[in-house]
Structure formats: C-alpha cells, structure tokens
C-alpha cells in the first residue's frame, strides 16, 4: 500500500481553478481526497511544491506515435524494423512524459505497430489510447500506413478488423491530406454509403469514430454520417476557408469532439515547399487560428492535440504550445486546460478515471510552474510529473 500527499498553492481540477492551498492525497495509484488547507494527515508522506499548479495528467488527443518528428516522418515508416518502430513509439512517449501529457490517444500508427506494442508496454509510460492504421481509400491521404479500403463492404472489414486486434477508436481520412502528394484536401476520399458504413460499424461494435476532415465537404459529410470526432475541422474550399453559422450549430448541437491539432515549435523553419504546399491548400496560421476562435464562440467541443511526429514542426511533447495557440486564437485559459484535460478524457474514453482532480481518478498529476488560468505558458514548466501516484520527474 503507498501513500503520498500532493501540496500545492493551487489546483486546476479539469474544469475549474482552486486558487488556495491544496493537499491531494494519493493511495494505491488513485486519488483519495483533495483538501483545502496545508495541513497533512499523520503519517503521510508529503511531496511540498509551494509555488506551483497541480493539473490532471495532460491529454494529448492526436499523435503519431511511431513517426519521430524528422523530415519526411510518415514517409520513412515503411522502411523501419519492427524494433525501430517500437524504439520510435517508446522514445516518442517519453518526450510527452516529460511535457506533462499522460496520455495520449494515437491517431494513426503504422500497420498497427502501436496496438502490438501496447499488448505488451509496461507501465511507467503515458497511457494509449490507440485507432491502429487510419482507414484511408485506395492511394489515399496516408495510403502508405496500411490502411487501404474501398466499398461499403471493405469499409466495414476495415473497422471489424481493427476492432479485432484492439483499437480503442477507429481513425477515418475523410478527406485527403497536405502531407499525401495526389490527394485532394477539398473533397471528401469516400462517399455517403461508404463514411456511413464505417460509423454504423464501428458503432455497432462499440468503438468512437474519428475523421481527418479537411474539406468543407467532407466535415458535412463526417457530421451526417454520425462521426464521434473531427481531426483538424478546416473547412476548406477552392474560395477558402468556409465556416458558416449553419454548420457551427450542427457541429455545436452533436456534440462532436473537434481537435483543431494547432501549436507547432517556434524554432524550427518549415521548409518552404511545405509552406507552399499548405497555403496552395488554404491552411495558413491565421486561418487556422481563426476556425478555432469560431468553433469556440459557437459553442463546439473542443479537444486539444497536436498531431505530434508527422514533422520537425511537430515534436512528441508539443502539447503546451498547441495549449499556447488556443490561448492566442481567444480561447480562455481555462478553456484550453479543459480541452487538455477533463474534455480531452471524455473524448478519449478515458473520462471516469482520468482528466479531473477528485476521489477515485487515476494519480496522473501534473505540477506546474505558476498559475496557467493566467499564463498558459505556465504548462511548458512542468515541475513534477506523477503516474499513478508514482513521480516519474520532478
């Protein structure tokens, strides 16, 4: 039996701050109590961090886990060993380990590397939540990961087969992609009947469905079929980005989890034939970060992810600077913390254990430097990270 006592200036619970002094008591991996006041029941250890915010364990809900963030990341994962590509989700999870993030929901591996590795993963890395290869049509947007299917009855295959080997979610490429040379992101890669199969399949099943969605067309196409989530929720068409109050209701009124994948590192230079690539496309910062401004006044569920590994932009740990654009598209702290914590564990399924600070959730804590209500980018200082209760840094 292990005991351990938390104290901090301050805790944000997943939806709200505590702005006093706080003790969370740890046992047996989960929470005990959460306690206002310094006082320490007789006989507990007590881990003292004055200065600073406990959070739930972060959530990153859109990562690539056996992609290791170089140039050409996706490109290069069909010419990795079974061992490289075990080495790349390890080491991966560690960068997200020591960003704060807890657990991650992988959102597309290759030849469900990820669902093999986790069936034998210890414990002392961030959970995984994991959809094995996307489901894409024939040469489609990431055609190369493995995931290949055409046809009402191939889409259904395609879900049950994941199902099989243990996906916890199933991840559909509703549109194609900046990163897949002959795909278009402005229309959708499936039709109705084809998108619909794969939602009724995975609902029977018991599974969440989730779809990359670039274009305008496939984000109506994605809602209509009845998808769980939306990956990125560009709205793209030829005249640009087009969100309109209609569709803002739609997406408001289901329910849908949108995670808008922004936050990119400031100090790698894109290379300007990517840049060129996404502009061609529409996808610029400021259109980005304007969609995310509209969804959040239009009442949508947003869920934070970074799409960490597709690039050098996009290093494994990205999280708090995906939380830091939020904050600069005119979401409210608070509201970013959310979609990083208690919002992001209901998307991921991962909502009665994890995500919140209270009796009987999960340990997975996060201390950081100052009050992220007020700085977000308190979130990039992490000063202690637990699992389970277990202090992993810090």
């Given at each position: 039996?292990?005991?351990?006592?938390?104290r901090?200036?301050?805790?944000?619970?997943?939806?709200?701050?505590?702005?006093?002094?706080?003790?969370?008591?740890?046992?047996?991996?989960?929470?005990?109590?959460v306690?206002?006041?310094?006082?320490v029941?007789?006989?507990?250890?007590?881990?003292?961090?004055?200065?600073?915010?406990?959070?739930?364990?972060l959530?990153?809900?859109?990562?690539?886990?056996?992609?290791?963030?170089?140039?050409?990341?996706?490109?290069?994962?069909?010419?990795?060993?079974?061992?490289?590509?075990?080495?790349?989700?390890e080491?991966?999870?560690?960068?997200?380990?020591?960003?704060?993030?807890?657990?991650?929901?992988?959102?597309?591996?290759?030849?469900?590397?990820v669902l093999?590795?986790?069936?034998?993963?210890?414990?002392?890395?961030?959970?995984?939540?994991?959809?094995?290869?996307?489901?894409?049509?024939?040469?489609?947007?990431?055609?190369?990961m493995?995931?290949?299917?055409?046809?009402?009855?191939?889409?259904?295959?395609?879900?049950?087969?994941?199902?099989?080997?243990?996906?916890?979610?199933?991840?559909?490429?509703?549109?194609?992609?900046?990163?897949?040379?002959?795909?278009?992101?402005?229309?959708p890669?499936?039709?109705?009947?084809?998108?619909?199969?794969a939602?009724?399949?995975?609902?029977?099943?018991?599974?969440?469905?989730t779809?990359?969605?670039?274009?305008?067309?496939?984000?109506?196409?994605?809602?209509?079929?009845?998808?769980?989530g939306?990956?990125?929720?560009?709205c793209?068409?030829?005249?640009?980005?087009?969100?309109?109050?209609?569709?803002?209701?739609?997406?408001?009124?289901?329910?849908?989890?949108?995670?808008?994948?922004?936050?990119?590192?400031?100090?790698?230079?894109?290379p300007?034939?990517?840049?060129?690539m996404?502009a061609?496309?529409?996808?610029?910062?400021?259109?980005?970060?304007?969609?995310?401004?509209?969804?959040?006044?239009?009442?949508?569920?947003?869920?934070?992810?970074?799409?960490?590994?597709?690039?050098?932009?996009?290093p494994?740990?990205?999280?708090?600077?995906?939380?830091?654009?939020?904050?600069?598209s005119?979401?409210?702290?608070?509201s970013?913390?959310?979609?990083?914590?208690?919002v992001?564990?209901?998307?991921?399924?991962?909502?009665?254990?994890?995500?919140?600070?209270?009796?009987?959730?999960?340990?997975?804590?996060?201390v950081v430097?100052g009050?992220?209500?007020?700085?977000i980018?308190?979130?990039?200082r992490?000063?202690?990270?637990?699992?389970?209760?277990?202090?992993?840094?810090?």
């Open positions: 039996m292990s005991f351990l006592a938390i901090t200036a301050r805790v944000f619970d997943g939806e709200r701050l505590r702005d006093e002094v706080t003790v969370v008591l740890v046992k047996d991996g989960r929470i005990a109590g306690e206002a006041g310094p006082a029941p007789d006989g507990w250890p007590v881990q003292d961090l004055p200065g600073g915010t406990l959070l739930p364990g959530i990153d809900a859109h990562v690539h886990l056996c992609a290791d963030s170089g140039p050409s990341a996706l490109d290069r994962l069909s010419g990795l060993t079974e061992e490289q590509l075990e080495a790349s989700i080491t991966s999870l560690e960068a997200h380990l020591a960003a704060g993030v807890t657990t991650v929901r992988d959102l597309g591996d290759y030849h469900d590397a093999a590795w986790r069936a034998k993963a210890g414990p002392d890395l961030p959970a995984v939540v994991a959809a094995g290869a996307p489901i894409t049509s024939v040469g489609g947007h990431c055609w190369s493995g995931g290949e299917a055409q046809g009402v009855k191939g889409l259904r295959e395609a879900v049950r087969r994941r199902a099989e080997r243990g996906a916890d979610i199933i991840k559909i490429m509703a549109s194609g992609g900046v990163l897949t040379p002959g795909t278009d992101t402005m229309r890669q499936f039709t109705d009947e084809e998108l619909k199969a939602v009724d399949e995975a609902h029977a099943l018991g599974l969440p469905i779809a990359h969605a670039h274009a305008l067309a496939a984000v109506r196409q994605a809602l209509a079929a009845g998808v769980d939306i990956e990125h929720c560009t793209l068409t030829p005249a640009g980005v087009r969100l309109d109050d209609a569709l803002l209701a739609a997406l408001a009124g289901s329910g849908v989890a949108v995670c808008a994948t922004l936050g990119s590192d400031p100090d790698v230079v894109v300007p034939q990517v840049v060129m996404a061609r496309a529409g996808i610029t910062e400021a259109v980005l970060q304007e969609a995310v401004a509209r969804l959040h006044r239009g009442g949508v569920r947003l869920v934070a992810g970074s799409d960490a590994g597709i690039g050098p932009a996009k494994h740990g990205l999280l708090p600077a995906t939380l830091d654009e939020y904050v600069r005119g979401l409210p702290p608070a970013a913390l959310a979609a990083a914590t208690s992001a564990a209901g998307a991921c399924g991962v909502g009665g254990r994890k995500g919140r600070i209270r009796p009987g959730y999960d340990a997975d804590l996060v430097g009050d992220p209500t007020r700085d980018t308190a979130v990039a992490p000063l202690a990270v637990y699992l389970a209760g277990r202090p992993v840094t810090g």
